[in-house]
């Protein structure tokens, strides 16, 4: 059996993120998901080594570079558009699961059955919620980012997301991260040293 399975994943590249939004740097979800696994990892990291955690951080740098595959069937769906009423959004999340399970008819059964979990992982699980937590960080880090540069464009995105990670602070590898990691982001590279 031919598949297309990895022809797809790498059209990640493709597919771009903040579409409605004026960018100074475009980003795309294969960048976008690179950075999600490297902070999902560290988050990880930070809860072994600092609270006593018990996480696999390979496992879920894997789960945070598979969080948004199904994009490259259905593209990215700006934020205000996806989160607008919760019919849409459940509505978007149907569209996307079809979408996964797409992709996942793309390869032998043998090898749909060890990404299935990757592409659906469990969600209710402390794993998926720190993905779920370096994907709000990105977004955050993509705002910083771009205010450094000049660009208001998301200063709006950027107290939304904010407000968001209020939430997910509460959890000690994310506030940890946030208060030892994230002013950097904002600084030059001679500044970073």
Not at 9 to 33: D, F, G, P, T, V
Not at 77 to 97: A, H
């Given at each position: 059996m031919k598949s297309n399975f990895y022809a797809y994943l790498s059209r990640m590249k493709l597919i771009k993120r903040w579409s409605l939004m004026r960018n100074i740097r475009e980003e795309n979800i294969a960048e976008h998901s690179h950075?999600?696994?490297?902070?999902?990892?560290?988050?990880a990291l930070i809860s072994n080594t600092y609270f006593?955690?018990?996480?696999?951080p390979e496992r879920i740098a894997l789960l945070a570079v598979y969080h948004d595959v199904g994009e490259v069937v259905i593209g990215d769906l700006p934020t205000p558009v996806k989160y607008y009423n919760p019919e849409i959004k459940f509505s978007y999340g149907e569209i996307e699961n079809i979408a996964k399970k797409k992709l996942l008819s793309f390869l032998p059964d043998d090898l749909s059955a060890q990404y299935q979990p990757l592409l659906f992982p469990?969600?209710?699980?402390?794993?998926y919620r720190l993905v779920k937590a370096a994907d709000k960080l990105s977004a955050y880090i993509k705002c910083l980012e771009e205010g450094t540069a000049g660009n208001r464009e998301f200063d709006q995105?950027?107290?939304?997301?904010?407000?968001?990670?209020?939430?997910y602070k509460?959890?000690?590898?994310?506030?940890w991260f946030m208060d030892h990691c994230?002013?950097?982001?904002?600084?030059?590279l001679d500044e970073l040293g």
């Amino acid at each position: 059996m031919k598949s297309n399975f990895y022809a797809y994943l790498s059209r990640m590249k493709l597919i771009k993120r903040w579409s409605l939004m004026r960018n100074i740097r475009e980003e795309n979800i294969a960048e976008h998901s690179h950075q999600v696994a490297i902070i999902a990892h560290a988050l990880a990291l930070i809860s072994n080594t600092y609270f006593q955690g018990r996480l696999d951080p390979e496992r879920i740098a894997l789960l945070a570079v598979y969080h948004d595959v199904g994009e490259v069937v259905i593209g990215d769906l700006p934020t205000p558009v996806k989160y607008y009423n919760p019919e849409i959004k459940f509505s978007y999340g149907e569209i996307e699961n079809i979408a996964k399970k797409k992709l996942l008819s793309f390869l032998p059964d043998d090898l749909s059955a060890q990404y299935q979990p990757l592409l659906f992982p469990d969600e209710s699980s402390y794993e998926y919620r720190l993905v779920k937590a370096a994907d709000k960080l990105s977004a955050y880090i993509k705002c910083l980012e771009e205010g450094t540069a000049g660009n208001r464009e998301f200063d709006q995105a950027k107290k939304s997301i904010e407000e968001a990670l209020k939430d997910y602070k509460k959890l000690p590898e994310v506030a940890w991260f946030m208060d030892h990691c994230l002013d950097a982001f904002s600084m030059t590279l001679d500044e970073l040293g």
